[in-house]
Structures are given as structure tokens and as C-alpha cells.
């Protein structure tokens, strides 16, 4: 499987949703939208000017990006593995995530960590991040305004990290993160791509816990992750 995620295409995405530059650390100027790095995931030399997770963060701290940013006690970043082959995508932190600093931590991330359990993986082996990363109110969905401020952030997690394969959860994900506007129970199931990167949508942990008749969607979901995945989970 080609694992290179491919810059023209995530270039060409990341104008589609109205993001024209992305500050890359060593970069002179304002060169249109391009994603760094660009080398095989796993692979051993990263491309002059890519950035690090840790870079990101730092900058994403100081965020001022959207109106969330006034309502958030701390940035939700992402957690696990910066060398992930799997990569998940929520929607946006709760109330317990805004408050360790730390995404699906809640109930809906216990069953996330059943899920990823089912497939022989740990936490610790997989990369989770979410479309926004400071708290919505009321756990409101995000604004596309939100979202849209936000998604370069995510995009540099992607290019950071390389996964083999991303799965976004829910709808919202999904939806913005993809540029689609389809019913989560018609898209799940049904592989797309971004940028070369292989893309599984399922549901959000958070509906099966109140739809449990459908978590067996869900099971065959990760199966199909389970088979698409090479190697250990390290790479
Ligand atoms: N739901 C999400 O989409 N993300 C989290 O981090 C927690 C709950």
C-alpha cells in the first residue's frame, strides 16, 4: 500500500475548505496551502521543514483562532502514539476532556478504548485528535467558522503523524474533515481517502452508547480497519 500521503492532493483539499497558508517553522514567506513532510510514514527521513507534534502544540497553546478559545480552561491537543498507523478523529472536547487536557477520556472514550481493543491495539498505539480542539459550550456541535479555523491544525497532526489510516467518528468529523455533507448512516462503513490516507468513517462512541443496536457496525468497522493495517503497531 502507497503510504505516502500526497501533498498536491491535501494542498488542492486544504484550499477546497478555504485555508490558503500554514506557517511550517523554518519556512521563509506566505507560500500557498501545502502540507510538509511528505516521506513514507515509518520511513526514516522526514522532509526539511517538517514540523513536529510538539511544534504544533506549542503554537496551537496560543491560539486565538476562534471565539472557543475564550471558553476553554485548556487546549485539547491529541494523545498517543506520534508514530501511529491509526489515527481517530472526534468532534470536539467535553466537558471532562476540557478539563485534563486530554480527548475522549469521558464514557464515550472508554468504549473508544473497548474498540480499539477489539483490533489488538492499545491507547498508547493509536493517535486521537479531534476536528476542534478547544471546548464547544454546551457541547454544542462546532460552528463551521470553528472548524474551519481549526482544521489546519489537524491537518499538520496528519502530516506529522502519517497514519497509515484515519477514522473519523461521527458525523461532524466526518463531515469537515472530509468537505461532505452525508448522513452518518449511509457513509460508515465505506472507505474514502485524503491526501492518499485511506479514511474509514463510523459512528461516534458517544451514539452507540445510546444506540447500542448499532454497535455491531461498529465491530465490523474495526474489522475492516484490523485487515487493512500492516505490521505491528509501531511500524
Ligand atoms: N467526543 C469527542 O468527539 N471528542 C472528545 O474528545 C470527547 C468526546
Redesign the pocket.
Known sequence: MNRAVSRRMLAAWLREVGVDYIHVPGRRGAPPASAPGGAAHGRPTPSVGSETLEDIREELARCRGCPLCSGRSTI?FGVGNPRARLMFV?????AE?DRRGE????A??KRLDQWIARIGLRREDVYIA?IVKCRPPENRVPFPDEAKACLPYLMRQIQAIRPEILCT??AT?LNFLLGAEERITRARGRWRELGGIPVLPTY?P?FILRNAAREPEVFADFESISRRLSGPPNG
Do not use: Q
Open positions: 485539547v472526534g468532534e470536539g472536547p467535553g476532556e480527548p475522549f477520556v469521558g464515550a472514550g479531534n467518528l461521527g468529523a461516534h458517544a
